[in-house]
């Protein structure tokens, strides 16, 4: 029995191959629509053109080619039905067996940020509803929806003489759905941009799942990774498979390291939150100031660099237990170095640290009260908000480390407090229900250390009693976002005790 095939891309790679394979090994009948039946015969290949099923020209310029009811009676069609069946031999419609589309451009439409009329024309209707309608009914129909899988589909019917398995059907009706659903949602979050309205309402996502983890943030949970079209590109070059855990920290790791993308600079992650963090005149440099803040807590924790680790920091890295490195690139002799250690995971960040940055939009927390939505906390500083508020005034190098405190203090855990000086954190204290508690916390860490040093707090001071803490450090400057009822009182105290303050009008917590 001859099998037909109904095939209308906008995407022609590899189709003449596999339009003459269907032809002449399958004895399938194709039928086409527009340019591809066009390049088709072009290239001797049978073909019919799909106004012979639909007995009707294409309508206002080939917007409709296929929307006919009997072409899609001819995809839905379920013959184990006997209403249906009966309809189909009725009106004489020919099923089709397998539906071969893609889409119009509309992302790169998007890309080149093109007017209106022409986006408007990239919005695909016919191919969409075809696939559907093929994958609807893959209990009979394979929908075919890339390029890409031409060859997996002529190696499926050489393997069952000439038929679709079921099991291919289903994995691509599935497919199609994800790629309609990804198409929708291109349309929806353009469009509503373009016409200004509050994209937030139509805010949608769309997850691929990658695989499944061994196991999530404990043994007894389960979980998997999901990527989305923004996902960045990075390679694993060494170690066993990146944990649930893993992936977590190397993410709160890299997103520190953007902040610092055009320096040498390191950062050490512990349980999600930073236990170091330092610049540096090299990578060495930066690596042996960042593990100084907290060595104790740095054991088995993840370590990332802003430039390409050599063969020297690879030693260094390799005397000490750590879970995970990540960096945008390994000289041959550091990697062959780091994959002495066989369990130690190696991370290349083949997106640009700069450019990782526009991968930070949204977050999301799904909660049993509603789905939470936020941007990112991109929150910079600005002339406007960035003033001097005590009489003693910071010198140009205490304002350079209370803007790298700051920048550490934005990522670590509220409440949070990060001592620092000469581009070093030498003290965190974060995750406290307290603020001074957090203040002494990361004094303690410091030493001796604090004296002269800055402080930076994510969240402003509701009282003095921070600053009386901040006076027995010995602590020179403090960088805070004010905005509380007691800024003169907490001034006044700074002013008493000599100590510089700035407020940037922006507060960081992270709950």
Known sequence: MTKRALISVYNKDK??????????????????????????KENHINAKEITEITGKRQLINGKVKTLYPDVFAGILADMNNEVEKADIETSQIKLFDMVVVNFYPFEEAVNKQVEEIELINTIDIG?????????????????????????????????????????????????????????????????????????????????RKAKNLRYGENPHQ??????????????????????????????????????????????????????????????EE???????????S????????TQVVNEEL???????????????????????????????RVIKLNTSLEEYKNHLNREIRITPFG?????????????????????????????????????????AKSNAIVVAKDFKAIGIGQGQTSRVDAFEIALNKACDGSKDAVAASDGFFPAIDNIHVAAQGRIAAIIQPGGSIKDEEVIKTADKYNIAMITTGIRHFRH
Request: proline content about 3%; charged content about 25%.
């Open 222 to 283: 389960n979980a998997g990774i999901y990527y989305t079209n923004s996902t960045v590109d990075y390679e694993v070059l060494n170690g066993k498979e990146l944990s649930y855990n893993n992936i977590l920290d190397a993410t709160a790791c890299t997103n520190i390291l953007s902040e610092f993308y055009d320096v040498a600079g390191c950062v050490i992650i512990k349980h999600n939150t930073p236990c170091g963090a330092a610049l540096g005149k090299n990578i």
């Open 15 to 40: 189709l003449v191959e596999f339009a003459q394979e269907l032809t002449e090994k399958y004895n399938y009948e194709i039928i086409a629509t527009g340019s591809t039946f066009d390049l088709l």
């Open 286 to 296: 930066a690596w042996a100031k960042a593990l100084d803040c907290d060595p104790l």
């Open 314 to 344: 690879a030693k260094q890295l390799t005397a000490m237990f750590l879970e995970v490195i990540i960096a945008p690139d390994y000289t041959p002799k550091a990697l062959e170095t780091l994959q002495q250690k066989k369990n130690l």
């Open 371 to 411: 789905t939470l939505v936020q941007d990112t906390d991109k929150g910079e500083l600005n002339k406007d908000s960035f003033k001097v508020v005590t009489k003693t005034k910071p010198t140009a190098e205490m304002i350079e480390d209370m803007i790298f405190a700051w920048k550490i203090a934005k990522h």
């Open 298 to 305: 740095a054991f088995g924790g993840i370590v990332g660099f």
């Open 127 to 207: 191919g969409p509803s075809m696939l559907r309608a093929a994958a609807k009914n893959n209990k009979r129909v394979l929908a075919v929806s890339s390029p890409e899988q031409y060859k997996e589909v002529l190696a499926d019917l050489s393997e069952h003489n000439g038929e679709s398995s079921l099991k291919l059907r289903r994995d691509y009706a599935l497919k199609v759905f994800e790629k309609t659903l990804d198409f929708d949602n291109k349309v929806l979050n353009e469009l509503s941009n373009r016409y200004e309205e509050d994209v937030d309402n139509y805010f949608s996502l769309h997850l």
